[in-house]
Nanobody, 123 residues
Framework: QVQLVESGGGLVQAGGSLRLSCAAS????????MGWFRQAPGKEREFVAA????????YYTNSVQGRFTISRDKAKNTVYLQMNSLKPEDTATYYC????????????????WGQGTQVTVSS
C-alpha cells in the first residue's frame, strides 16, 4: 500500500517561509495529481494546491496564490509546497493526498492521505 509521508512543518514568524515535502513510498500510478490540504482547529479541511503528475499543471486556492508554489519531482516520487510570506491564518495541519479523478479541489476525490505536518505562524 502506498504511503505518503509529509515533512517540513514547524514554527515560523509571519512573513517567513517553509517548504513542505510529501514523499510517496512508490509512484501513485493510479493518481492523476497530488494535492495539499490544510485543516485548522475547529475548521473544515480545505484545499490549498494541487499539481498533475505528468504535465505539472498547478492549481491554487485564492488565499495562497502568489505566495505558495507546488512542485513535483517525479524521479523521487515527491511533491513540495514552498510557502512564502506566511501569515498567522496559514496556521494549520497540512496534508498531502493522491487525487483519483473528478474535481481536483474536493477532498472526497482523493483516496490516499498522509499523516499531516503542523505549520504554525506566529504574529
Amino acid at each position: 500500500q502506498v504511503q505518503l509521508v509529509e515533512s517540513g512543518g514547524g514554527l515560523v514568524q509571519a512573513g517567513g517561509s517553509l517548504r513542505l515535502s510529501c514523499a510517496a513510498s512508490e509512484r501513485t500510478f493510479s493518481s492523476y495529481a497530488m494535492g495539499w490540504f490544510r485543516q485548522a482547529p475547529g475548521k473544515e479541511r480545505e484545499f490549498v494546491a494541487a499539481i498533475t503528475w505528468t504535465a505539472g499543471i498547478t492549481y491554487y486556492t485564492n488565499s495562497v496564490q502568489g505566495r505558495f508554489t507546488i512542485s513535483r519531482d517525479k524521479a523521487k516520487n515527491t511533491v513540495y509546497l514552498q510557502m512564502n510570506s506566511l501569515k498567522p491564518e496559514d496556521t494549520a495541519t497540512y496534508y498531502c493526498a493522491a487525487h483519483v479523478d473528478g474535481n481536483i479541489y474536493k477532498s472526497s476525490r482523493y483516496n490516499q492521505w498522509g499523516q499531516g505536518t503542523q505549520v504554525t505562524v506566529s504574529s
